[in-house]
Every structure is written in structure tokens, then in C-alpha cells.
């Protein structure tokens, strides 16, 4: 047993947060001009491609180690 | 066909029991099977589809729906690359297809195309030089690896040149990992949490993994949109210098 | 735009035959696994299942289908799309150019119709006015014709009443005459007699 289900936990929860982030301001950024759904959705899904990956590859590495 | 899909259970079985329990993917043979398959259903849908072509309005059902993925590629491509994106649409049409199908392949099957790291990063890599090859049409070759190298800076500062360079080269090649880790991860961490969660029920029988099946499904569509989004934007950095050069400054800075 | 596409350049047929050299290749590289490509198995021992065939064979797929699915249904979509486009454009000119022509009709004919009305109402008018002066002249006419008659009328009264008054004398005048005749026999000279009884018919006759 090592510390990788660990690791990873506290990656998803980093990551989790960082989405919840984009989120939130997407969210808002909404909710003040609905007109400009179209135009937040698009940038804000290219951040959450991002973040997440950020997410896959400790998932990869992590994975890799338990091995 | 029977034989033929026979050949590819069996390759999979085989690769399987090569690399134990290690989501490995169909080998060659199982690859293709599933690519051919997916292509069929692509090859078929388009054709019954275009039996609904006319100058009117479209009432066949998967004339429609093939016209509001068009039309929101299209619009995808319009909106990021600007006026001249229109002539990707068809490369971003094809990417979305096969990654949509092969991504819903994988809610069904036990693995699937976009399951597998060498198909995705085969992908990227058209995605990726597709860009470059966009790129060095746009500005020439000369102008596009400029682009890499940054601003212009003077004096001392000149030293910084070659080390963006060589960083905006890595950052080239980590788009192809970035993109084909993505579709990967999701689709193949999708099927780790299923079987994970299939196994908290063996005891009762309850298979918990079917029930990521709704999130599956929106990672489909999300995973795809996601590629296709990257790869437009990819292009239009590359190639909004094409109309003016004031909207290229605007951008740069 | 169009200097892009001529541009392209590529003709399918290197892209095919690029395309299934690639795929070839990659059943060859995943296939039989030659020497080169040995550094996957240390990929493999790390954890990154990669197998570089599939990926060559991919792209050489890739470079197929793309031209294959453009042709087969992306350019007549898109051909269909802009026709439709362009139908309804049309459509909604014709129906704006339709719409424009019946607005002209519509105030024309309303032109028409109160050109009509002010003529009708103007005839009418004068007819009106025409009657009304015929019946003044005819009225007037009619009273002076009257007028005329009467005139005559009266003076042929007049007329028969001196005649009758004439013919009351002369008859009375003998009537008396006659009378006196009787009464008086012959004592009375004629003559002189009727000289009285003129001069008293005068008298009556001025009386009267």
C-alpha cells in the first residue's frame, strides 16, 4: 500500500476547486449578461479542458506508480 | 462478418491476456475492426442522410440533426478562426464524428478507439500539424516559425529570443499530449470508475458502474466539442494574421 | 478565398495513396514490431501504452476519410444550406417586391376612388344647381304667363263691361223712351225728350 489513492485525492481536490472556480465565475459572468452566454461558454469550457487535464496526468502518473 | 468480428474478440481477448489487466486497448486488428465499424455508422447515418438533401426545408430525421451539428460546427469555426475558417469544416466535421462515435462506442463496449492513448494521439497529431501545415500557408515558413520566437526584443534581451523559441516548440509537443491525454483520460478513466464502482456491487449484484452511464455520455459529447474547440483555436492562432493586420496586432498583445 | 482553395493543391489521389502507405506502414510497425521500435516496450514497462503503428495507420485514415466525407456529404450540405438560404432571400424579396406593388395599387385605387366620389358629388352638384335654376325660370315663367293672362283676362272684362254698359244704355234709353212716349203722347217733341233722357242718364250714370 502506498500513498497514491492519496495523492490523487488531494489532485481531484485542487483540481476540483480550480473547476468549481471557472464555474462559479462563468456562472456569474452569466447571470449579470445572459446575452453573452454564447460568447463565456466557449472560453470557459477551453479553461475547464485545461484544468483538467492538469487532473488526467496526475491520474496517469499516479496510476503508473501504483503498478 | 461474423468471422471478421470473431478475429477481432479474439485479437482483444488475446491483447488482454498479453498485458493482463492494463487498459491497453484492441490491438491493431481489434483497432481497425472498431474504426471500420465506426466509419460504417458514420458512412451509413451521412448516407441516409443525404437522401434527405433537398433545397427546402429537411424533414428526414437524421438530415436534421446532421444539419444542427453542421451548423454548429460552422458556427464554432466561424466564431474562433473568424471569416475564413469556413473551408475547415470539413476536417472539424470529421474529427467530431469520429471522436463522438468512437466516444460512444465506449459507453457500450469494453474498449473502444478513443480508449486507446495511440489512436487519440494519432489524432493529435493531424490536429497538431494540420496547424502548422495552416500556418506556414498563412504566414509562409519563414513567418511561422517567427511566430514561435516571440516579440521583437532589442539588446540584451535578444538572448531571451531563442529560449521562447525553444518553449513555444515544447509547447507545440505538448499539444499533441495535452489533446490525445485528454480524450484518453476521460474515456478511459470513465471505464476505470465504471469498473471500480462495478466491483463495490459485485456482493449484491447491483452493477453501480451503469449508472455513470448519464455522465458518460455528456463526457462524450463534452470530450468531443473539447477537441474540436482546441483544435479551431489552435488554428486561428496561427492563421489570424490571414485577414489584416490590425486584428493580428489586437490579438498579440 | 478562392486563390486559398485553387491553393490547396494536394489532389486526392496522393492523399490516398499517402494515406494507404501510412496505414500499411503502421500494420507493418504494429504488426511485426521491428527493431526501432523496441523503445515501446520500455514505454510500455513505465506505463504508457503506446503502440506508434496504430497511430501511423490512424493518420493515414484520417487523411482518406477527410476529402471522402467532405465530398460525400459536407459539400452537398453545405451546397443545400445556401441554396435554401438563398431560395427564402429570394422568397422574401419577391414577397417584399409583391407587397410594395399591392401597397401602390392600394393607394392608386384609393386616388382613383376619391377622384370618383369629388366628380360624382360635383356632377350632382351641378345638376342640382341646373334643376334648381330651371325651376326658377320655370316658376317665373309660369307667373309671368299668369300674370299676362289675367291682364288680358281683365281687360277683357273691362271691355265686355262697357260694352254691356253701352248696350245697358242704349237699351234703357229706349226702354224709357218708349215709356215716355206712352205717358206723354205726343205733347213731348221727340227730340227734345231724348235730349232729357240723356242728360238724365248722364246724371245716373255719373251716380253709379
Redesign the interface.
Known amino acids: 500500500m502506498n500513498g497514491t489513492p492519496f495523492a490523487l485525492g488531494l489532485a481531484a481536490l485542487g483540481v476540483a476547486i480550480g473547476l468549481g472556480l471557472i464555474g462559479s465565475a462563468a456562472m456569474s459572468g452569466m447571470a449579470r449578461q445572459p446575452e453573452a452566454i454564447?460568447k463565456i461558454q466557449?472560453p470557459m469550457?477551453?479553461a475547464?479542458?485545461?484544468v483538467?487535464?492538469v487532473f488526467?496526468?496526475t491520474?496517469?502518473l499516479g496510476?503508473?506508480?501504483v503498478? | 462478418m461474423g468471422d471478421l468480428l470473431h478475429l477481432g474478440t479474439t485479437l482483444l481477448a488475446e491483447g488482454g491476456a498479453e498485458h493482463g489487466a492494463a487498459h491497453h486497448g484492441a490491438n491493431f486488428v481489434g483497432l481497425m475492426v472498431y474504426l471500420v465499424a465506426i466509419i460504417g455508422v458514420v458512412v451509413y447515418l451521412l448516407a441516409d442522410a443525404k437522401k434527405g438533401l433537398n433545397n427546402r426545408y429537411f424533414t428526414r430525421w437524421t438530415t436534421q440533426r446532421l444539419e444542427q451539428l453542421y451548423l454548429f460546427v460552422e458556427n464554432?469555426a466561424v466564431?474562433?478562426i473568424g471569416a475564413h475558417g469556413r473551408k475547415y469544416i470539413p476536417m472539424v466535421m470529421t474529427l467530431w464524428l469520429l471522436i463522438f462515435f468512437g466516444n460512444l462506442t465506449a459507453l457500450f463496449f469494453a474498449t473502444s478507439p478513443t480508449a486507446d492513448l495511440s489512436f487519440n494521439l494519432g489524432l493529435a497529431l493531424i490536429a497538431v500539424f494540420y496547424v502548422q501545415w495552416e500556418g506556414m500557408r498563412a504566414n509562409g515558413v519563414g513567418g511561422h516559425f517567427k511566430h514561435f520566437a516571440g516579440p521583437k526584443l532589442s539588446g540584451a534581451l535578444m538572448i531571451l529570443t531563442p529560449m521562447i523559441f525553444i518553449i513555444e516548440l515544447v509547447s507545440e509537443m505538448m499539444k499533441n499530449l495535452?489533446l490525445s491525454?485528454?480524450l484518453y483520460?476521460?474515456i478511459d478513466?470513465g471505464h476505470?470508475a465504471a469498473e471500480a464502482m462495478n466491483e463495490l456491487g459485485k456482493s449484491a449484484y447491483v452493477p453501480f458502474g451503469a449508472f455513470l452511464m448519464p455522465l458518460k455520455l455528456m463526457t462524450c459529447v463534452?470530450q468531443a466539442?473539447?477537441f474540436t474547440?482546441?483544435f479551431c483555436?489552435y488554428l486561428s492562432l496561427v492563421t489570424h494574421a490571414d485577414h489584416g493586420d490590425a486584428h493580428g496586432e489586437a490579438h498579440a498583445h | 478565398m478562392s486563390s486559398a482553395n485553387n491553393s490547396k493543391g494536394v489532389p486526392y489521389i496522393l492523399k490516398l495513396v499517402i494515406g494507404l502507405v501510412l496505414m500499411f506502414g503502421g500494420m507493418y510497425l504494429s504488426v511485426q514490431k521491428p527493431e526501432f521500435m523496441s523503445f515501446q516496450e520500455s514505454l510500455e514497462k513505465?506505463?504508457?501504452p503506446l503502440d506508434l503503428g496504430k497511430t501511423v495507420a490512424i493518420i493515414g485514415v484520417f487523411l482518406i476519410l477527410t476529402p471522402l466525407l467532405d465530398l460525400f456529404f459536407f459539400k452537398p450540405l453545405q451546397e443545400s444550406i445556401t441554396n435554401r438560404t438563398t431560395e427564402l432571400e429570394g422568397t422574401f424579396t419577391e414577397a417584399e417586391n409583391l407587397r410594395s406593388e399591392m401597397t401602390r395599387m392600394k393607394t392608386e385605387y384609393e386616388d382613383r376612388l376619391a377622384r370618383t366620389e369629388a366628380e360624382a358629388r360635383e356632377q350632382i352638384q351641378s345638376q342640382i344647381k341646373e334643376a334648381q335654376d330651371l325651376k326658377k325660370q320655370l316658376m317665373a315663367d309660369a307667373q309671368a304667363k299668369a300674370d299676362q293672362l289675367r291682364k288680358e283676362a281683365e281687360v277683357e272684362i273691362a271691355n265686355q263691361k262697357k260694352q254691356a254698359l253701352t248696350e245697358l244704355r242704349v237699351h234703357v234709353a229706349t226702354l224709357s223712351l218708349q215709356a215716355t212716349e206712352k205717358i206723354l203722347q205726343a205733347n213731348v217733341d221727340t227730340d227734345r225728350n231724348r235730349k232729357l233722357i240723356d242728360d238724365f242718364l248722364t246724371t245716373v250714370e255719373a251716380k253709379n
Open positions: 454564447g466557449t469550457l477551453i475547464l479542458a485545461f483538467e487535464l488526467l496526468l491520474l496517469f496510476l503508473n506508480m503498478k | 464554432m466564431g474562433i495535452s491525454l485528454r483520460g476521460n478513466g476505470k463534452v466539442l473539447i474547440l482546441l483555436v | 513505465s506505463g504508457i
